[in-house]
């Protein structure tokens, strides 16, 4: 084990030798100012104001090293420079066309007042509606390869904000947010997901409200060769302490100079739709290198998934347990009769999949594995390339093929990722030997390297390298279970989505997603990337699948919210994630799911408070047609939306699907109403949302 | 992490319930015997003895489980077998031609006391030459997953026995021996290799002798999917008790049932040679599964290698440093001048291998990464498929195939494991391409993922995984810092060596190897398996290379005993390790080399003492050739050999490569005489050997 030594002892005692303070520096973009200084003891600490209120008060910044004296105080200023940056990029996909990249930017340059001198840059971007910063190790003689032991970054809020967290669980985010004053975080009677969280620990994106009305998110952008940032909040002055996810070995990133950490970024606005709006995180991350993207193809499925969720089939083909991957004999294995991923019915969701328009098929437990495959802590679980015996890859290659359907692949690891990566490629030419051209990912459980999680450096480069890897071979990936997103998808456009939070199958089978729950994820989760949140249920009541297993669940929004969550929720990736049954009962509802763009040219946030009500339309890619969504908590509500973004002199027809006048989400969630109306620029549209309900519009042009 | 609660309390607080003392069941075979027993506590023990010799007094048995109560106590005796086993098997290449594999097993059925009555076998094979034993769980109920905490497997023995022994690093065994008393055994003082050893932990194989003249080894056989074994020594009472190689989480073996531990071996004999000559370990593994084996071919070979250890050449190409696999032009990089790997040099050495019937030519630092490849625990450092500017694939392939010359591939991970197992594939794939049947793997430095030790059970997982992956593309693999070997090339004979120990090139650059070294190994490390200990060093004083850097090194041996360890140390695979322009001043000598044989139809252990000096005889396979190696430690002795293995009344020239009249290992060693003598199955050969000297003898018939 690598010796840790963090010398405070001897930072301490070399106090007197510290450098006088250095004039304040500052950058500052309209009404969002940031000051950098140096304390006397060396220790560099930033400000962020916006307009005239401060947000983050003064906190200070550092890296810690491992065995050597780091970057938290005994530090000079040797320097700084600022620049001003302002471009435009266009996204492969996303939310609009264009995206504006505008900042001012200052590099401080650190060394230590000590010998060997080590040097550290600070690199401050200020933006319109925040800040991003990052530490930046320069090359130089004394210091190569080095060990993060922690941060000293923190985030000193100006009060006793609200705050919408999660526990900072190191190896899962699938938990439903809970709403408090930071004064009160406390997640010490929360059962763990996976792993149990330090009580005030939380994870980002973090969204803050103050009392005068400021939104604050505090996130990462560009999480690269580096652990996941959590934060510690002390409850009794406000202040937000960073907490890296730790390796196997207790440190935090093993790095080689030059390096860089990711951006810390701090999202502010008057307003909540513009927190909704912001491209801060995107604009840190580092555009593609891809130059031939026509493969990327954002779309929708359906797919073998819920049926399992709602215990109408299995993922497992055989109820026997306690098999070896490698000494198994799945032909001898006796079916249990419940296997979702058979080919006559695979063959019943191309068909759905083909008559609506639909891109992808999923096949979830199409491989073998699947009858020990959890919570075991297992290596060896799956292969990722051999099929079921009922499942016949040739022949629904052919038959796909033949209907103009796509099949997604399915790769889940159960957190055996030594496993997976040693067979990725050989799964990867199989895919691409089969026609598979995007797939799913999973993590379930605990890492194997044992003592890993699943945000830590370890698998954070897992997750890079293997969007990476797909990106190499024209394959798309939406990942579960995977480190919460950061922007990345600028990076990687292959890589669609992420789950990376409690979606929507929480509802089959636990407690479930309160009604708040999707007006939450877009502040939070949603602020670093695409969720694969899985929408369109429309049998919100489960126990018609399986009256003896699933009494009393369901899904806690109206089946009118399922459609909205369409738009609420962006992503490029979208399932409409319920039995082709279940829609063909309903096809005007699920004529909305057909229809529903999942890229787009525009977006606009029209009405959005966290934890309440979120409404949003979007333009889609290419076409003058508009979709808005909107969503509400657990109390009903009006929207009376200004169709003022549509073009001015052209008329449209609006599709509103809306909730029954007798809807609400827990007595009568499947009532919904249908109707269509006559609209332009000037008009307005009113939705009445039921109590957790939604509204689902979708606006076309009608020739005059 | 996971929780381990070894409920030893409850164990304890339950002992009112243990059941009474099963009655001893004993097993037999010649002199050896083995009893098994039930303690009132419910504690499994055994004893082993020799004629009427205690070798091991009553000593526990038994596995801790993690969290739940395992099998160390509180058990109860369900049942037993006996059976006899007498069968032989020829291995597809060793030191004699067939194996008789000759034991009477007993198996014990045990179950524990309380619920939920969880089932534990143990399994013993008594050979003529010692012991055998196991752990198995069986298929049950109650027992799926499970997690190996510790072993309480002890080894009492009967007296303050001499041993040779090496600190119990859990990341290397390249140390010299130490022999001591068992009360003196103390590693304190001995600088570590990789990391620091408890004091009184040693390594096995472990080679005991008694006062009364017993020699003892102990070791395991069929080391698969579990930790090394290593052995606490009590220096009062000379009991030794077991240490299990932790994982990254402490835990000892992650394990599902049904599944077996390896088998804990005790060889036993009233005579040194015996020790050698046992197949016990052999025996205990499990026969190959490869029908088709004519790709495995026994070779000698040459290298680029040597002239990196004495510093005339480098295995990287710049010295350019801090450099990133993924983002270095390596194209760009300024070239040392040093660069052993280029196409020239290779030419040269394939050029030396053609002229001389050397089968294979290994070149090191072909790849780029050599750079920074060391020391840093750093995870991406090789890719294993790109070469240096200077080393040209396709020409040297070219090169050698038309010289019937085999170039061999060589992976350096730096330890870095993932790294190596998710480019595995790929640079399998690359060698087949190339026309490489087989590479060196090497595992220098702390293992990633990180926590792992070179000798737990993920790497022992990695070791088999790749000697199988191996085997199914027909690639012949030398494990250089693996685990030490446990048999397992009966399994996997691809696997033609591993390093494990302590190899000759510590003669360049170190303290080096006593003269005694050679004489240690084979009663130690080479229980297990054959090493490549690159022998054949015939510029034993290193100056003459590089004088500035190599001051006063040289090889602890005379000439004479190097080429006498082509027949001491067994090894399938043997490298004539010194440079090509070292072989050409020497001819005479270096017939030798070329002459002797690397696979065997019979091998006799003439005369040895561990520590001492070690005489073998040798058969060629296939042919009637015989080779003699003769070696002593830093003292002179004189060896009169009988040849009576030689068949009646065939005649024969023995040539005999003696040390020098003067020589000696530090005064003169490089002093040697070769002389011929015609010899028949009634003479004898005297052989003198000077301190730290050997000698070499090949025995070719002649026609009457």
């Known amino acids: 084990m690598r010796k840790v030594l963090l010398l ?41 104001s916006y307009g005239q209120r401060a947000v983050i008060t003064p906190s200070r910044l550092g890296l810690e090293l491992a065995g050597t004296p780091g970057f938290d105080g005994q530090l000079q200023l ?97 938990y439903t947010y809970t709403t408090s004053k930071l004064s009160e975080v406390n997640s010490a009677d929360i059962t763990p997901i996976q792993e149990k969280s330090a009580p005030n620990r939380v994870q980002t994106p973090l969204m803050l409200k103050s009392d005068d009305g400021l939104y604050v998110n505090i996130h990462e952008a560009a999480l690269v060769n580096y652990p996941a940032l959590m934060l510690n909040v002390d409850t009794k002055t406000f202040g937000l302490t960073s907490q890296l996810v730790p390796s196997a070995t207790g440190a935090a990133a093993y790095l080689q100079a030059p390096e860089h950490t990711p951006w810390r970024t701090v999202v502010v606005a008057d307003n909540a739709p513009a927190v909704l709006a912001s491209k801060l995180i995107l604009n840190l991350n ?9 493969w990327i193809k954002p779309q929708k499925f359906v797919g073998v998934w819920w049926e399992m969720h709602v215990n109408k089939a299995s993922w497992n083909y055989s109820d026997t347990g306690n098999l070896k991957l490698a000494s198994t004999d799945w032909n001898a294995l006796k079916p249990n009769g419940r296997h979702g991923a058979n080919t006559a ?49 040739a022949e629904l290659q052919q038959y796909a093929t033949g209907k103009g359907v796509k099949l997604i692949m399915h790769h889940e690891t159960s957190g055996s990722v030594t496993n997976y990566e040693r067979r990725q490629d050989r799964a990867l030419t199989f895919m691409k030997e089969h026609g598979y051209d995007a797939v799913k990912t999973g993590y379930v459980g605990r890492i194997i390297p044992r003592g890993e999680h699943h945000d830590g450096q370890w698998m954070v480069n897992h997750f890079n390298r293997t969007a990476e ?38 509802n089959a089978w636990s407690t479930g997603n309160p009604p708040e729950h999707e007006t939450i994820l877009p502040f939070t989760r949603l602020m670093g990337g695409p969720m694969d949140y899985t929408p369109g249920i429309f049998q919100i009541k489960l126990e018609d699948w399986n009256p003896a297993q699933n009494k009393g669940r369901q899904v806690h929004t109206t089946l009118a919210k399922q459609l909205a969550l369409y738009v609420t929720l962006y992503s490029p990736l979208q399932m409409a994630a319920d039995l082709p049954e279940a829609y063909e009962k309903r096809p005007d509802a699920f004529q909305f799911i057909k229809d529903v763009a999942v890229d787009w040219d525009d977006t606009r946030i029209l009405a959005a408070e966290p934890g309440d009500y979120i409404t949003t339309a979007r333009k889609a890619k290419g076409k003058e047609e508009w979709y808005v969504g909107a969503i509400t908590d657990e109390n009903a509500r009006a929207q009376t939306l200004k169709l003022d973004f549509l073009t001015p002199g052209q008329r449209y027809e609006a599709t509103i699907y809306a909730d029954g006048k007798d809807a609400s989400w827990d007595k009568n969630p499947m009532s919904y109403q249908i109707r269509k109306q006559k609209v332009d620029s000037k008009s307005t549209l009113k939705l009445q949302l039921a109590a957790g309900g939604g509204a689902a519009v979708s606006i076309k042009p009608v020739s005059r």
């Open 469 to 506: 890897n797909m990106a190499q071979r024209q394959i798309m990936v939406d990942m579960h279970e995977s480190v919460r997103p950061t922007g990345l998808h600028r990076t990687y456009p292959n890589w669609l989505a992420s789950e990376a939070a409690r979606g929507n199958e929480f």
């Open 345 to 393: 019915n695979v063959k019943r969701y191309i068909d759905f999949a083909a008559k609506n328009g639909i891109e992808g098929v999923l096949v979830e437990g199409w491989n073998v594995g699947w009858e020990d495959w959890a919570n075991n802590w297992k290596e060896e679980v799956f292969d990722f390339v051999t099929p079921y015996p009922d499942f016949n890859v």
């Open 78 to 174: 040797i320097g700084s420079e600022v620049k001003d940056a302002d471009e435009t990029w266009q996204p492969v996909w996303g939310e609009v066309k264009s995206i504006r990249n505008h900042y001012q930017q200052l590099t401080v340059h650190l060394r230590q007042a000590q010998a060997p001198g080590r040097q550290l840059d600070i690199v401050f971007r200020v933006f319109a509606d925040g800040v991003g910063f990052r530490y930046e190790v320069p090359r130089q003689k004394d210091l190569t390869y080095f060990t993060v032991q922690g941060e000293k970054t923190e985030f000193n809020l100006t009060g006793n904000h609200k705050a919408f967290w999660i526990p900072g669980d190191y190896d899962s985010n699938e």
């Open 286 to 294: 580092e555009p593609t290198t891809l130059t031939e993207t026509s």
């Open 8 to 48: 405070c002892l001897l930072t301490a005692g070399l106090r007197g030798a510290a450098q006088p303070t250095a004039a304040p520096l500052t950058a500052r973009l309209d009404k969002v100012s940031l000051t950098f200084a140096l304390s006397p003891a060396g220790q560099p600490t930033y400000t962020v």
